[in-house]
């Protein structure tokens, strides 16, 4: 069975710098998707980013960057510029197989410091 | 556009009682999803449906039920409600396809059962 852990149950960061919150998988598939998706106080769930696996080149959204080590079973989110509209749980998910359910990691709350 | 919309947004519940999230949505996606969150974790599939007349079991099934007689609606049953189902719950519906994969989420329902 896939696995998503997240190490960082709590990350902070000042506004305007830039924060890195770690992701990890296990699988045993060739051909997977990932994901980061954002879940603030509104409960909302809002897709950042995501990476297909037989992509060799990291994803980038505006702000929002991802570090994508296939090899290492690694995805971590990097956000640039913070800001305090960032502040929220953040979730890592694997999807992958022929039914495209996600499988998430435990989350990690981001503070945006002002 | 309404995207998916899942009724009723609060409920509460006392042992025992039943009860029926709804949900729809109106994207013709083929896939669509039923998800649990508790405090502090991240979200655990309960059940999913791949078309009209198709579910299946995820990782936390027991105490519910699905039924998926359209391509719009795939309401979630809970029979004999306990506190153990005590969550936030969402619906998640997405195409199906690699090139499009992406989950689109209602905004949730929050669940307590004294």
């Known amino acids: 069975a896939q696995t998503v852990t997240q190490s960082q149950p709590e990350m902070s960061v000042q506004e305007a710098e830039t924060v890195t919150l770690s992701c990890t998988y296990d699988?045993?598939?060739?051909?997977?998707?990932l994901f980061w998706y954002k879940q603030p106080p509104s409960r909302q769930m809002i897709l950042v980013i995501r990476q297909e696996a037989y992509k060799q080149q990291n994803a980038t959204e505006n702000r929002f960057s991802v570090n994508f080590q296939k090899a290492a079973k690694s995805f971590s989110l990097k956000i640039s510029d913070s800001q305090l509209g960032d502040a929220a749980m953040y979730f890592c998910a694997y999807s992958g197989g022929s039914n495209y359910k996600l499988t998430f990691g435990k989350g990690t709350l981001l503070t945006v410091n002002p | 556009n309404a995207g998916v919309t899942q009724t009723p947004k609060f409920r509460i519940l006392k042992i025992g009682q039943s009860m029926t999230l709804q949900c729809t949505q109106d994207m013709n996606h083929n896939y669509m999803y039923w998800y649990r969150q508790d405090p502090g974790m991240g979200l655990k599939l309960i059940y999913y449906?791949?078309?009209?007349?198709?579910?299946d079991k995820g990782e936390v099934p027991n105490g519910y039920n699905v039924s998926r007689s359209t391509t719009e609606d795939f309401p979630l049953r809970l029979e004999l409600a306990a506190p153990s189902q005590t969550s936030v719950y969402f619906c998640?519906?997405?195409?199906?396809?690699?090139?499009?994969?992406?989950?689109?989420f209602g905004s949730g329902t929050q669940l307590s059962v004294l």
């Open positions: 449906s791949v078309g009209a007349g198709i579910t």
């Open positions: 998640a519906s997405s195409w199906g396809t690699a090139d499009k994969e992406k989950l689109f």
């Open positions: 699988t045993s598939e060739s051909d997977y998707y």
